[in-house]
C-alpha cells in the first residue's frame, strides 16, 4: 500500500506525470458522466450526477490548456534537440518524426491564440483556430500511426534476423520495444477517432460520439500511455 502511494506522489510530482493523471480523470468522468446522463429518463439523480462529472470534465480540460501555455519552450528544445533526426537509422521513421515535431509545434500557438479569444484577451473569433488545433493534433497523430507501423515493419525485420542467430536476449528486447508500438498504436488510433469527431459536421464522423464514447476513447489512450510511462520508468530503474 505504502509503495503505491510513493509511486503515485512521485507521478503527481513530475509534470508530465500530473499532466496523465488530469486527462485521465477528465475522460474518465465524461465516461462516466456521459453514460450517466443516457439514464435521465429514468433516473433523476444519476441525470445530476452525470452533469456534474461532465463539467467536472470540462473544468479538467480547461486546465490542462491553461497548463500547456507553458509547454512552447520545451518541445521547442526537443524540437531542435531532433533536428532533422540524423541520428535515426530509418530515413522513413525520421522523416515522419521531422513533419510530427512540426505539427506538434504548430499546435501550441494556435491553442495559445484560441484560449486567449475565449477568455476576451484578444478580440479575435476562437473557432477557426480550434479548427487548427485539431488538424494539427489529428495530423500528429495519423503521422504517429504511420512511425509506429514503420517501426513495427522494422522491428520484425531484426526479429527475423535473431531469430535465424539464435540471440534470445536481444528476441525478448524486440518483442517488447514491438509490444510498445501496437500500445501506441492503438492509443493514437483512439484519440484520432475524437479528433475526427470534433471536426467540423460532414467530415467522416464529426459530431457523431456521444459523450461517454469521447470519454471511453479518451480513457483508453490515456490509460495505455500511463501504461507506456510506467514501463518506461520501470525499465530506466532497472537499468541504474
Not at 507521478?11 to 462516466?32: A, F, H, N, P, W
Request: hydrophobic share 40%; net charge positive.
Amino acid at each position: 500500500m505504502q509503495q503505491s502511494v510513493e509511486a503515485l506522489v512521485r507521478l503527481l510530482e513530475s509534470y508530465r506525470g500530473r499532466d496523465k493523471v488530469i486527462r485521465t480523470l477528465c475522460y474518465g468522468s465524461q465516461l462516466v458522466g456521459g453514460a450517466l446522463s443516457r439514464k435521465a429518463e429514468t433516473n433523476a439523480s444519476s441525470q445530476q450526477l452525470g452533469k456534474s462529472l461532465l463539467l467536472f470534465s470540462a473544468q479538467l480540460s480547461h486546465c490542462r490548456t491553461v497548463l500547456r501555455l507553458f509547454d512552447d519552450l520545451s518541445m521547442l528544445a526537443y524540437s531542435h534537440s531532433y533536428g532533422l533526426g540524423a541520428e535515426e537509422e530509418d530515413a522513413g521513421v525520421r522523416w515522419i518524426s521531422v513533419l510530427t515535431n512540426v505539427a506538434d509545434q504548430l499546435y501550441y500557438p494556435c491553442e495559445h491564440i484560441a484560449w486567449a479569444a475565449d477568455a476576451e484577451l484578444i478580440r479575435v473569433k476562437s473557432d477557426k483556430w480550434w479548427l487548427f488545433c485539431t488538424v494539427l493534433w489529428g495530423t500528429s497523430l495519423l503521422l504517429g500511426v504511420l512511425r509506429s507501423l514503420r517501426v513495427l515493419m522494422l522491428l520484425k525485420k531484426k526479429l527475423r534476423k535473431y531469430e535465424r542467430e539464435g540471440e534470445g536476449r536481444s528476441r525478448s528486447q524486440l518483442v517488447k520495444e514491438m509490444r510498445g508500438e501496437i500500445l501506441s498504436i492503438l492509443s493514437s488510433v483512439a484519440d484520432l477517432s475524437n479528433a475526427v469527431h470534433w471536426m467540423p459536421p460532414g467530415f467522416l464522423w464529426a459530431g457523431r460520439f456521444p459523450n461517454w464514447l469521447v470519454g471511453l476513447m479518451g480513457t483508453t489512450s490515456s490509460l495505455i500511455a500511463l501504461i507506456q510511462m510506467n514501463s518506461g520508468d520501470s525499465n530506466q530503474s532497472g537499468s541504474t
